[in-house]
């Protein structure tokens, strides 16, 4: 606690639930400052070691386990501004989760409009283009945004289409005649093939909502937790 003038390693792990030798990695990691050692050697820590773990602990649910470090780690080297940078950064990174989030949910409504039937193999690019209505130099644009990964044929180097590409590229389509743009569409198929289909997706999505708001309460818990340590740090 604040209070205690200086702990040792298993006093400052013992609230938390973790061992002393963690507490012993976080400060050879630079995550803890370096600790001050009793005459005999031991390892003895101040409060601010103590603001220093309870930020880094809070911070890694929020932010993750290497941004975590690093914005200790600055901090400890004095570069609040680049700590705080990387925090920044992680906002903006939930932001844009957040819109593609509702990209997607506004899009499940064109994602149910029925499909063609399956195709059995792969189809050629001319083949594709011609069973969505689209020029082949679409298709290939598609690949260039990130929304097909067609395979190549061994002999001729030619795109194939396998069934999944085909699901893929009807989706993008779908989406395409709906107004959603090229970046948006990428990031929709990628959600398809990650849950494994559009009615995977659809039940996914209010669990995918509640894990953006649990980060978003843990970026707030973490931030009172840094503005914590960088108090203790002001006042040392």
């Given at each position: 606690?604040?209070?205690?003038?200086?702990?040792?390693p298993?006093d400052?792990?013992?609230?938390?639930?973790?061992?002393?030798?963690?507490?012993?990695?976080?400060?050879?990691?630079?995550?803890?400052?370096?600790?001050?050692?009793?005459?005999?050697?031991?390892?003895?820590?101040t409060?601010?070691?103590?603001?220093?773990?309870?930020?880094?602990?809070?911070?890694?649910?929020?932010?993750?386990?290497?941004?975590?470090?690093?914005?200790?780690?600055?901090?400890?080297?004095?570069?609040?501004?680049?700590?705080?940078?990387?925090?920044?950064?992680?906002?903006a990174?939930?932001?844009?989760?957040?819109?593609?989030?509702?990209?997607?949910?506004?899009?499940?409504?064109?994602?149910?409009?029925?499909?063609?039937?399956?195709?059995?193999?792969?189809?050629?690019?001319?083949?594709?283009?011609?069973?969505?209505?689209?020029?082949?130099?679409?298709?290939?644009?598609?690949?260039?945004?990130?929304?097909?990964?067609?395979?190549?044929?061994?002999?001729?180097?030619?795109?194939?289409?396998?069934?999944?590409?085909?699901?893929?590229?009807?989706?993008?389509?779908?989406?395409?005649?709906?107004?959603?743009?090229?970046?948006?569409?990428?990031?929709?198929?990628?959600?398809?093939?990650?849950?494994?289909?559009?009615?995977?997706?659809?039940?996914?999505?209010s669990?995918w909502?509640?894990?953006?708001?649990?980060?978003?309460?843990?970026?707030?818990?973490?931030?009172?937790?840094?503005?914590?340590?960088?108090?203790?740090l002001a006042?040392?």
């Amino acid at each position: 606690m604040l209070g205690v003038k200086s702990q040792r390693p298993v006093d400052l792990a013992r609230e938390h639930g973790i061992s002393a030798q963690s507490v012993r990695n976080y400060e050879r990691d630079g995550v803890l400052p370096p600790a001050e050692r009793s005459a005999s050697g031991y390892r003895r820590y101040t409060p601010v070691h103590a603001a220093a773990l309870r930020a880094f602990l809070a911070l890694v649910p929020a932010h993750g386990h290497a941004v975590a470090g690093e914005v200790l780690r600055l901090v400890g080297a004095g570069d609040v501004d680049g700590a705080l940078r990387m925090v920044d950064a992680s906002h903006a990174q939930l932001l844009r989760d957040r819109e593609t989030l509702d990209g997607v949910a506004a899009a499940v409504e064109v994602l149910a409009a029925p499909l063609p039937p399956p195709v059995a193999g792969p189809l050629p690019i001319g083949a594709l283009a011609h069973r969505l209505g689209v020029r082949p130099a679409t298709l290939r644009k598609w690949e260039r945004a990130g929304i097909l990964a067609p395979e190549r044929d061994r002999a001729t180097r030619q795109r194939v289409y396998g069934p999944a590409d085909v699901r893929d590229a009807e989706l993008a389509h779908l989406l395409r005649r709906g107004g959603y743009l090229l970046a948006h569409i990428a990031a929709v198929v990628r959600q398809v093939r990650d849950a494994g289909g559009t009615e995977a997706l659809a039940d996914s999505l209010s669990a995918w909502r509640a894990r953006l708001t649990a980060r978003g309460r843990a970026m707030l818990h973490g931030a009172g937790r840094l503005d914590e340590y960088l108090g203790t740090l002001a006042g040392h």
